[in-house]
């Protein structure tokens, strides 16, 4: 058998997707309109908590153009609850979403009624015509609240009180007790979302007369929630399916299984028309998951010469008013990061996850990380500046070293088995991102003042882990043209895996690029598929097509031999052809056609399997300039730098690490999502929920390193989509508290924002003056 | 639909009309009655610029403008753009696809002909204002630097100066 040349992979092959984004020829869901379709708008809560008494949709009813008012009352039987799908920390399960409110409401935006109309427009004008009677509750806007059980959000429960855990390892009250310095401080991260800006939207399709029901606009895990619907529906699973239209950005929000999963497809089978909704940008930023609201309490200790010796910590975790899919992911991991790519010999961490009147919480890219990265790395330089040790030196002593890899952190993840650092040279991507920022040069300029604003360097280290099983799957169609379908169970949330799988397929089966036609996503395509999340499509859904290809290969060599009348090991495939003894060849699409002939179809179906993580690894540093009368921060310079272990297309890889710097710079300094003391959501637009536009961070570089592929994995890649975002908030946190340290001020709560350091400089000069009198 | 109105415009060069009502959207006609689903709706309140079409040449918030407002004038959207054909992409689109300037696509139609007016009018613009007038236009994919260098290099194509290359992040 010959061996397939490497010739795509790694190379920046420009992508196929552009050729219909770039000509306003792309299907994204609300492009899609079957005849007959009605419009469903959605009517949410205006309260946090309350019980409902009543809704009264008579005049709704009356309104033309109206065909339905659905409400929970609609549903036979319970209404159901939306599973979990990850991390089902025991507990959590007590506190699921129902599909649609009925006794009580829980959060701003909780579904209550959905109306079908004509026209979107007609259906938003019957949603003002519904009266809704509810009797206000407490609100509980944060897990301060919460934990005092004033007004419990679940009264069979108890307790807003979701779950509480511990893990660790080592002996820690000794490694405190034998410690030469200790340090303890408290930090938050706010809440914030993801934002893609596609809003959500589906449109179901029931078929009455053959009990089929089709929902477009599936995406990320449609498998999951393909069984999740039929068992809500009362369906089987074959009788769904679920399509992937294309997808305008995920980022962890989108695709999982919402109240509107349900709600859509039952009002289609339940009016027998299809029915399309369309979320609002308002809609959508009260609706889908919000993440990131974490409070820590993180303690440190080290030796004189600064080697850690225990990391004490307690996170406490704002889940909002139900518990998702995403389960207690977000808690849970920024747990589990606290360790971050040191030699941590004794760790515990005490989780909390608290329930509260607000929208409910689930993953956005890097979650837990971008937090517990944050925490970690912020009382990492107060550690180093207290002991009077460089930052730098601080970190090199205690990162763990190539040669102390595969590196066990143990189970530090309750529903998960202990875990290990694969393989890489943590101090060499830490001495390059310090090269490419030019520290050693700049460094003169820590807490200087230059044009009236102080300057700072600050720096970060990360581990980061993707690549998430247990399977995935590729099924490869050889098709009567000679070209080669792949079906992958993999969802594309726009981040270009038609291309990168069609580079990983040409390599491997050696044939052109444009030989190869990726689908993905939806359920029709495999038996099978586990979906896009936990940088995990390239890693699994890549090596599953690597053994299919090999599969095909295989079928190729045995449907030719039949052809040529030789046995199958006397039969080589080369450029798309199968050549036999004395240099009979057989083209692939003759071989097809063949088949196809006698009622066949040569296909295969490739499958990977894995239980192993990924962990790429990198360094962030940032330089920063403060303005002390504005609060307002400069990127100067920042640079990011990730080995993804192989690079598929380096491309995209350096576009998912510019996008993801870019979403974790707006996560440090303007995503916020603000709520007051009665759980009401006060930023719900994009004239006030602040995004980076193309004028805010100019200034920001990635490299990419490819030092030491992933060896878990047949490719050898490494999860690419998050590395670029899990340090920004402790990288610029660092800076910033490095530019503002002769000022006294040392940042401990995101956002960043020029009020609140403003606030800081300002509170410090008061303290300092006081000190002075 | 009760209480409609006719409204008549050019679009992407050719005649188009639709009876609307008075509230409805020029992104909601160009996309619901004239099927041009290349025009992106974000956020309906005219901070994303994903629904940026070009009216007489200038670029407008699509989802800010009725309708009805654009009776009798000439409409351009990502679909009318000069290049706009998968078959033979335009300078401007070709450069974008360069540069992955572009992910998810959703952004991009309205980047695409706030990018075509600019450069349309000022094909020297540097990358400061590229940027400043991009800032109208929310990409939550790629961090912006592709889509500054993209721009850059497809001012030639407007009669601006030769691409010197010069991305500085990476």
């Given at each position: 058998?010959?061996?397939?040349?490497?010739?795509?992979?790694?190379?920046?092959?420009?992508?196929?997707?552009?050729?219909?984004?770039?000509?306003?020829?792309?299907?994204?869901?609300?492009?899609?309109?079957?005849?007959?379709?009605?419009?469903?708008?959605?009517?949410?809560?205006?309260?946090?908590?309350?019980?409902?008494?009543?809704?009264?949709?008579?005049?709704?009813?009356?309104l033309a153009g109206v065909h339905a008012v659905l409400t929970a009352a609609d549903i036979e039987g319970v209404v159901p609850t939306i599973p979990l799908r990850l991390a089902p920390i025991k507990g959590l399960e007590r506190y699921l979403q129902p599909v649609i409110a009925r006794d009580k409401v829980r959060y701003?935006?909780?579904?209550?009624?959905?109306?079908?109309?004509?026209?979107?427009?007609?259906?938003?004008?019957?949603?003002?015509?519904?009266?809704?009677?509810?009797?206000?509750?407490?609100?509980?806007?944060?897990?301060?609240?919460?934990?005092?059980?004033?007004?419990?959000?679940?009264?069979?429960?108890?307790?807003?009180?979701?779950?509480?855990?511990?893990?660790?390892?080592?002996?820690?009250?000794?490694?405190?007790?034998?410690?030469?310095?200790?340090?303890?401080?408290?930090?938050?991260?706010?809440?914030?979302?993801?934002?893609?800006?596609?809003?959500?939207?589906?449109?179901?399709?029931?078929?009455?007369?053959?009990?089929?029901?089709?929902?477009?606009?599936?995406?990320?895990?449609?498998?999951?929630?393909?069984?999740?619907?039929?068992?809500?529906?009362?369906?089987?699973?074959?009788?769904?399916?679920?399509?992937?239209?294309?997808?305008?950005?995920?980022?962890?929000?989108?695709?999982?299984?919402?109240?509107?999963?349900?709600?859509?497809?039952?009002?289609?089978?339940?009016?027998?028309?299809?029915?399309?909704?369309?979320?609002?940008?308002?809609?959508?930023?009260?609706?889908?998951?919000?993440?990131?609201?974490?409070?820590?309490?993180?303690?440190?200790?080290?030796?004189?010469?600064?080697?850690?010796?225990?990391?004490?910590?307690?996170?406490?975790?704002?889940?909002?008013?139900?518990?998702?899919?995403?389960?207690?992911?977000?808690?849970?991991?920024?747990?589990?990061?606290?360790?971050?790519?040191?030699?941590?010999?004794?760790?515990?961490?005490?989780?909390?996850?608290?329930?509260?009147?607000?929208?409910?919480?689930?993953?956005?890219?890097?979650?837990?990380?971008?937090?517990?990265?944050?925490?970690?790395?912020?009382?990492?330089?107060?550690?180093?500046?207290?002991?009077?040790?460089?930052?730098?030196?601080?970190?090199?002593?205690?990162?763990?070293?190539?040669?102390?890899?595969?590196?066990?952190?143990?189970?530090?993840?309750?529903?998960?088995?202990?875990?290990?650092?694969?393989?890489?040279?943590?101090?060499?991507?830490?001495?390059?991102?310090?090269?490419?920022?030019?520290?050693?040069?700049?460094?003169?300029?820590?807490?200087?003042?230059?044009?009236?604003?102080?300057?700072?360097?600050?720096?970060?280290?990360?581990?980061?882990?993707?690549?998430?099983?247990?399977?995935?799957?590729?099924?490869?169609?050889?098709?009567?043209?000679?070209?080669?379908?792949?079906?992958?169970?993999?969802?594309?949330?726009?981040?270009?895996?038609?291309?990168?799988?069609?580079?990983?397929?040409?390599?491997?089966?050696?044939?052109?690029?444009?030989?190869?036609?990726?689908?993905?996503?939806?359920?029709?395509?495999?038996?099978?598929?586990?979906?896009?999340?936990?940088?995990?499509?390239?890693?699994?859904?890549?090596?599953?097509?690597?053994?299919?290809?090999?599969?095909?290969?295989?079928?190729?060599?045995?449907?030719?031999?039949?052809?040529?009348?030789?046995?199958?090991?006397?039969?080589?495939?080369?450029?798309?052809?199968?050549?036999?003894?004395?240099?009979?060849?057989?083209?692939?699409?003759?071989?097809?056609?063949?088949?196809?002939?006698?009622?066949?179809?040569?296909?295969?179906?490739?499958?990977?399997?894995?239980?192993?993580?990924?962990?790429?690894?990198?360094?962030?540093?940032?330089?920063?300039?403060?303005?002390?009368?504005?609060?307002?921060?400069?990127?100067?310079?920042?640079?990011?730098?990730?080995?993804?272990?192989?690079?598929?297309?380096?491309?995209?890889?350096?576009?998912?690490?510019?996008?993801?710097?870019?979403?974790?710079?707006?996560?440090?300094?303007?995503?916020?999502?603000?709520?007051?003391?009665?759980?009401?959501?006060?930023?719900?637009?994009?004239?006030?929920?602040?995004?980076?536009?193309?004028?805010?961070?100019?200034?920001?570089?990635?490299?990419?390193?490819?030092?030491?592929?992933?060896?878990?994995?047949?490719?050898?890649?490494?999860?690419?989509?998050?590395?670029?975002?899990?340090?920004?908030?402790?990288?610029?946190?660092?800076?910033?508290?490095?530019?503002?340290?002769?000022?006294?001020?040392?940042?401990?709560?995101?956002?960043?924002?020029?009020?609140?350091?403003?606030?800081?400089?300002?509170?410090?000069?008061?303290?300092?003056?006081?000190?002075?009198? | 639909?009760?209480?409609?109105?006719?409204?008549?415009?050019?679009?992407?060069?050719?005649?188009?009309?639709?009876?609307?009502?008075?509230?409805?959207?020029?992104?909601?006609?160009?996309?619901?009655?004239?099927?041009?689903?290349?025009?992106?709706?974000?956020?309906?309140?005219?901070?994303?610029?994903?629904?940026?079409?070009?009216?007489?040449?200038?670029?407008?918030?699509?989802c800010l403008t009725l309708a009805v407002q654009a009776d009798g004038r000439a409409i351009t959207t990502v679909e009318g753009l000069p290049g706009a054909d998968p078959a033979a992409l335009g300078p401007l689109q070709a450069a974008f696809r360069k540069h992955h300037a572009l992910q998810c696509g959703f952004c991009?139609?309205?980047?695409?002909?706030?990018?075509?007016?600019?450069?349309?009018?000022?094909?020297?613009?540097?990358?400061?204002?590229?940027?400043?007038?991009?800032?109208?236009?929310?990409?939550?994919?790629?961090?912006?630097?592709?889509?500054?260098?993209?721009?850059?290099?497809?001012?030639?194509?407007?009669?601006?100066?030769?691409?010197?290359?010069?991305?500085?992040?990476?």
């Open positions: 058998m010959n061996v397939a040349p490497n010739t795509l992979v790694g190379q920046e092959i420009e992508r196929t997707e552009d050729l219909r984004f770039l000509t306003g020829r792309g299907i994204f869901t609300d492009d899609y309109e079957p005849a007959g379709t009605l419009h469903a708008a959605i009517l949410r809560s205006s309260i946090a908590h309350a019980r409902i008494r009543g809704i009264d949709a008579a005049a709704a009813l009356k701003v935006g909780e579904p209550v009624a959905v109306v079908l109309a004509d026209s979107r427009a007609v259906a938003e004008d019957a949603l003002e015509l519904i009266t809704l009677h509810l009797d206000p509750l407490p609100a509980v806007p944060d897990w301060r609240a919460s934990e005092t059980d004033a007004a419990l959000l679940f009264e069979e429960n108890g307790s807003n009180v979701a779950v509480r855990y511990s893990a660790g390892f080592g002996d820690i009250d000794k490694a405190f007790a034998q410690a030469d310095y200790t340090r303890c401080e408290t930090f938050r991260a706010h809440r914030h979302t993801a934002a893609p800006m596609e809003t959500r939207g589906l449109i179901a399709e029931w078929d009455a007369a053959a009990g089929r029901l089709t929902v477009n606009g599936a995406t990320k895990v449609t498998f999951f929630n393909r069984r999740t619907l039929a068992k809500m529906m009362n369906l089987a699973e074959s009788a769904i399916d679920m399509i992937e239209l294309d997808v305008g950005g995920g980022f962890g929000v989108r695709g999982e299984f919402y109240p509107e999963d349900f709600l859509i497809p039952f009002a289609a089978r339940k009016i027998d028309r299809p029915v399309k909704w369309i979320e609002d940008r308002r809609e959508h930023l009260l609706a889908i998951n919000h993440s990131r609201e974490i409070d820590c309490e993180l303690e440190i200790a080290c030796r004189r010469d600064g080697t850690i010796l225990g990391l004490r910590g307690k996170i406490f975790g704002d889940m909002g008013a139900y518990v998702r899919t995403n389960g207690g992911v977000v808690p849970a991991k920024a747990a589990q990061f606290l360790h971050g790519p040191y030699r941590i010999p004794n760790i515990k961490i005490d989780v909390a996850a608290f329930m509260t009147s607000k929208t409910p919480v689930g993953t956005y890219r890097a979650p837990g990380r971008f937090e517990a990265n944050f925490f970690r790395e912020r009382l990492m330089d107060m550690a180093a500046h207290d002991l009077g040790i460089d930052p730098i030196a601080f970190r090199r002593k205690n990162l763990i070293t190539e040669q102390e890899l595969p590196y066990s952190i143990g189970q530090l993840v309750p529903y998960e088995t202990a875990t290990e650092y694969d393989s890489g040279d943590y101090h060499a991507a830490l001495d390059r991102c310090l090269q490419e920022i030019g520290w050693a040069e700049k460094s003169p300029l820590q807490g200087k003042r230059v044009a009236g604003r102080c300057h700072g360097l600050g720096l970060a280290c990360f581990v980061e882990s993707g690549g998430a099983g247990p399977r995935e799957n590729a099924r490869l169609i050889l098709e009567t043209d000679g070209n080669i379908t792949v079906n992958m169970g993999s969802s594309a949330l726009g981040q270009g895996l038609e291309t990168v799988f069609a580079q990983i397929a040409g390599d491997a089966m050696a044939l052109p690029f444009d030989r190869f036609r990726i689908l993905h996503g939806s359920t029709t395509l495999v038996d099978e598929g586990f979906g896009t999340y936990h940088s995990r499509a390239v890693v699994m859904g890549g090596s599953a097509i690597l053994d299919g290809a090999k599969k095909l290969i295989e079928a190729i060599r045995s449907a030719a031999a039949t052809q040529l009348g030789c046995g199958s090991e006397a039969v080589t495939v080369q450029d798309g052809q199968a050549i036999g003894p004395g240099g009979r060849a057989v083209t692939f699409a003759a071989l097809a056609t063949t088949a196809a002939k006698a009622g066949q179809t040569i296909r295969v179906d490739g499958t990977f399997a894995n239980t192993k993580r990924t962990y790429s690894y990198g360094a962030h540093a940032a330089h920063v300039a403060v303005d002390p009368r504005t609060g307002h921060v400069e990127i100067l310079d920042y640079v990011a730098v990730e080995d993804v272990g192989r690079a598929i297309n380096p491309a995209i890889v350096h576009g998912q690490a510019m996008g993801a710097l870019v979403q974790g710079l707006g996560g440090v300094f303007l995503d916020h999502l603000i709520y007051d003391q009665n759980a009401q959501l006060l930023n719900a637009s994009f004239a006030d929920y602040l995004l980076p536009t193309a004028s805010d961070f100019p200034n920001i570089r990635g490299v990419t390193l490819q030092l030491r592929p992933s060896p878990s994995n047949p490719l050898g890649a490494k999860g690419a989509g998050e590395g670029g975002m899990v340090a920004v908030a402790a990288a610029v946190g660092n800076a910033v508290a490095a530019a503002l340290a002769p000022l006294g001020v040392n940042p401990t709560e995101l956002p960043l924002t020029p009020p609140r350091l403003w606030r800081l400089i300002e509170d410090a000069r008061t303290t300092s003056r006081k000190h002075a009198s | 639909m009760s209480n409609t109105v006719r409204t008549a415009f050019v679009v992407n060069g050719k005649s188009a009309q639709a009876d609307v009502e008075p509230r409805t959207t020029l992104a909601d006609c160009l996309r619901r009655d004239l099927k041009l689903t290349g025009t992106h709706i974000g956020c309906e309140h005219g901070v994303c610029g994903a629904c940026t079409v070009l009216i007489d040449g200038e670029a407008v918030r699509a991009t139609p309205g980047i695409l002909t706030t990018a075509h007016a600019l450069l349309s009018e000022e094909p020297h613009a540097d990358a400061e204002r590229i940027r400043e007038v991009l800032s109208g236009n929310l990409c939550r994919c790629t961090g912006y630097v592709t889509i500054v260098e993209a721009v850059l290099e497809a001012r030639a194509a407007y009669g601006g100066p030769a691409y010197q290359g010069g991305g500085h992040h990476r």
